[in-house]
């Protein structure tokens, strides 16, 4: 649902002369899968409704729990601890791949979104330029593959083949997109990724890369 309301919010931004026809039949292809999918989850929220209205009767027990939890000093030590270790692997996993491209770039958005969003369970996070440069990250590539998908239902929607003018005007804007995405990602591991020393003598320091101090420094935030 979400996906399809971008993805329409897309077309509907493009007006081209002449590809009226085709702006209309790609806009009517998007809103006839949304309402599909609509349908679907009507049905789906119908068939649980029951079970969900006893989970939310429930609702009130299980804060109470957790706000016992949050109270025990030596549990939230645990969970600090945890959660400090989780940033670390995560932080350790934005120099790979190698080089990044257009199979390997959503991948890599998942890697910075799961380390963004475990860096803003820190109350201290929202202080961090990191935090808001995977934050720039995660936007860029997650817009530039929305476009794709976008480039992709035309060309299974509309019949011009190469003459459409307007996937012409989707490639060059997936391309535009994909060109910022892979620039800002480029951008993140050059600040906060850093050279490994050499594991030998003779070692290629360049081979390797890990977090930087910068990176350190917002996962520490944990502590404070």
């Known amino acids: 649902m979400r996906d399809l309301d971008v993805l329409t919010g897309f077309a509907s931004t493009i007006h081209l002369k002449g590809e009226e026809e085709c702006g209309v039949q790609l806009l009517e292809n998007l809103g006839a899968q949304r309402k599909k999918h609509a349908s679907r989850l009507y049905k789906e929220a119908i068939r649980l409704r ?31 601890a945890d959660t400090m270790a989780a940033a670390a692997k995560l932080s350790a996993g934005l120099a790979t791949p190698r080089q990044l491209g257009r199979k390997t770039l959503h991948p890599y958005r998942l890697k910075v979104k799961g380390l963004r969003n475990v860096l803003q369970m820190a109350d201290s996070a929202v202080r961090s330029k990191f935090v808001d440069d995977l934050g720039q990250v995660k ?5 530039w593959h929305d476009w794709e998908e976008l480039v992709s239902i035309a060309r299974k929607v509309l019949d011009h083949g190469k003459e459409c003018a307007l996937q012409g005007e989707l490639k060059r804007i997936v391309d535009q997109k994909y060109e910022n995405a892979l620039g800002v990602s ?3 591991r050059k600040t906060y990724l850093r050279n490994a020393r050499p594991v030998r003598k003779g070692a290629s320091a360049s081979s390797q890369k890990v977090p930087g101090p910068a990176v350190c420094e917002a996962t520490s935030l944990f502590f404070e």
């Open 50 to 80: 029951s079970s969900l209205h006893k989970d939310l009767k429930h609702a009130s027990s299980i804060v109470a729990k957790l706000l016992q939890e949050k109270a025990s000093v030596s549990k939230a030590d645990t969970r600090t």
């Open 139 to 143: 936007d860029a590539i997650g817009e």
């Open 186 to 188: 480029e951008k993140l």
